[in-house]
């Protein structure tokens, strides 16, 4: 099997409406050595379709290209599992397939990983909106450790597709999500891919073009219900990492912090439900009042209620909360 310097993947689901634009942007790179991996997840629509008539206009990445059929749906996070298995690049490139980036991109991320001896290379991403482009950058924190939690906390964005990776990263065994954690599959890999990296590096500049306006994907239509269980999970499979790596102890206050917080944030967010927090009022329930006074009002009386199972009383704060929050648009 031949291997390449970088290896492209590309999972496909209900995206015919983007997939040209996308795959241009991946065929017309100006980096040779790229190898193309698309995961046809079964989509419902002519994405597939779209996509060969691409390929047809580039000869010379033809024979480069790989489209990998799954049998059933099998979701997010076995479908990039797919693409890795079928993958053979030193470094893995993750798009998604709504998005796109500019036509030098690998060119630029691969040569810094090279001049820099980086297992990991970010880059800056423009998010795209329907009626406006937002330029997001990516920072890096000081330590890998202090990266780590930064993303738990969500003060750095969790996502694969700003990130050329490694390849031997993906082999380790703490890191690959599980098949079936569609759900912040993101969250669940990157921080330890992150955590168990020798150097990570940042390109400054904006070389990927987030679709902010796809809503046919695989989470648009996921309850909050099902996306509170991920996250419960996810944060359990944390622990279990942190005290495979001998750091559960030296973290563990740090980490209750954000699991409070992120509960919190889940109750409290405008689709959340007196059922969803109902079902949930046990998480993280062992400590969070440890943190009772690091929270502002609404969120302490949110904790308050929830902690002593007044989901009624909940109810009427979290509604409170979203109408004081709700901007005013004069037309």
Not at 179 to 185: I, N, P, V, W
């Amino acid at each position: 099997m031949n291997k390449h310097k970088v290896s492209i993947l590309v999972p496909i689901y209900n995206v015919s409406e983007y997939i040209e634009r996308c795959a241009h942007s991946l065929f017309q790179q100006t980096f040779d050595d790229i190898e193309y991996v698309f995961v046809n997840d079964c989509t419902q629509d002519d994405s597939v379709e779209k996509l060969q008539k691409v390929i047809e206009q580039y000869p010379n990445r033809k024979s480069f290209v790989k489209i990998i059929h799954h049998e059933k749906n099998c979701g997010l996070a076995t479908t990039r599992n797919t693409a890795i298995d079928n993958s053979t690049g030193q470094y893995i490139q993750v798009v998604d397939s709504d998005d796109w980036i500019e036509l030098d991109m690998i060119e630029k991320m691969y040569k810094t990983s090279i001049k820099k001896s980086a297992d990991i290379v970010v880059c800056d991403v423009l998010l795209e909106q329907e009626n406006k482009t937002i330029m997001l950058p990516s920072l890096i924190s000081h330590t890998k450790e202090e990266h780590f939690f930064d993303m738990l906390a969500k003060k750095i964005p969790i996502v694969h597709w700003n990130k050329l990776i490694k390849r031997e990263l993906y082999e380790l065994s703490d890191c690959r999500v599980p098949d079936g954690f569609d759900c912040g599959e993101d969250c669940y890999v990157i921080p330890r891919i992150f955590l168990m990296a020798n150097k990570i590096v940042r390109v400054n500049e904006t070389l990927y073009h987030y679709n902010k306006y796809n809503y046919s994907g695989y989470l648009s239509m996921m309850p909050i219900i099902v996306r509170t269980k991920f996250r419960y999970v996810l944060f359990q499979s944390i622990d279990d990492f942190l005290k495979k790596q001998k750091l559960y102890d030296r973290y563990i206050k740090k980490l209750e912090y954000i699991k409070v917080a992120d509960k919190l944030e889940m109750f409290i967010e405008p689709n959340s439900t007196y059922k969803m927090r109902k079902q949930f009022a046990f998480m993280f329930k062992e400590f969070e009042m440890n943190y009772f006074n690091s929270f502002r009002l609404g969120e302490k009386l949110m904790l308050f209620f929830t902690h002593y199972h007044f989901f009624l009383c909940a109810h009427i704060i979290q509604k409170l909360i979203v109408f004081k929050n709700r901007k005013i648009e004069y037309k």
